[in-house]
Each structure stands twice: as C-alpha cells, then as structure tokens.
C-alpha cells in the first residue's frame, strides 16, 4: 500500500522559516518526481516547488528566492525548507509523488502552514 506523509507543518511568525518533510512508501521512490503544492482557503490547489527524478528543481515565482526543495532517495524523503515566510504562504502544503512514465501519482493528507503574529 502506498502512503505519502507530510510533516513539519505549524505556526509561524512572518520572516520565520519552517521546514515540511514527505516521507513515502510502497513506491520506488526515486523514480517519482516529488512536488509540494499549496491550497489556501477559497483558491486552487497550486504547485510550490518540483524535483525531477535527476535533481532538477523549479518554483512558482512566489517561493523563488525564499523556498528550496530537496529529496534524499535514501530515505523516500522530500523537503520543503521555506524562510522568509509571509502571511500570504498560510495554506494547507501537500506532497504529490508523480511517475509520469507509468501514469501513477499519489497524494498526502496534507499539513497546515499557518503564517500569523
């Protein structure tokens, strides 16, 4: 059975940083591009940060400069380490494990970020 676990989620004040982790199982983890996406309430679910399968990275123009993602094969793990966060980052953050080459993506339950003073 696969599972995708976020963690790492909370309250924070603005200019602080956090760090989420995604651990999965039941997949050949590097062979799934990882990703984390956002949903604030009242807007689409959108796509923060992307690695490819060769450590390749891209951002939404939003986190560019503030969020960095990175995945360790060795331990089925993908992070989000974001700094400088704003209230506008306050959303629920998901994982998404994504193996285009055999149709196949898997979701988390998501964690919350909650971005206040």
């Known amino acids: 059975q696969v599972q995708v676990v976020e963690s790492g989620g909370g309250l924070v004040q603005p200019g602080g940083s956090l760090r989420l982790s995604c651990t999965t199982s039941?997949?050949?983890?590097?062979?799934?591009?990882m990703a984390w996406y956002r949903q604030a309430p009242g807007s689409q679910r959108e796509q923060v940060a992307r690695?490819?399968?060769?450590?390749?990275?891209n951002y939404a123009d939003s986190v560019k400069g503030r969020f960095a993602i990175s995945r360790d094969n060795a331990k089925n793990t993908v992070y989000l380490q974001m700094n400088s966060l704003k209230v506008e980052d306050t959303a629920v953050y998901y994982c998404?494990?994504?193996?285009?080459?055999?149709?196949?993506?898997?979701w988390g339950q998501g964690t919350q970020v909650t971005v206040s003073f």
């Open positions: 998404n494990a994504n193996a285009i080459a055999v149709n196949r993506a898997y």
């Open positions: 039941g997949i050949n983890f590097s062979n799934y591009a």
């Open positions: 690695v490819s399968v060769r450590d390749s990275t």
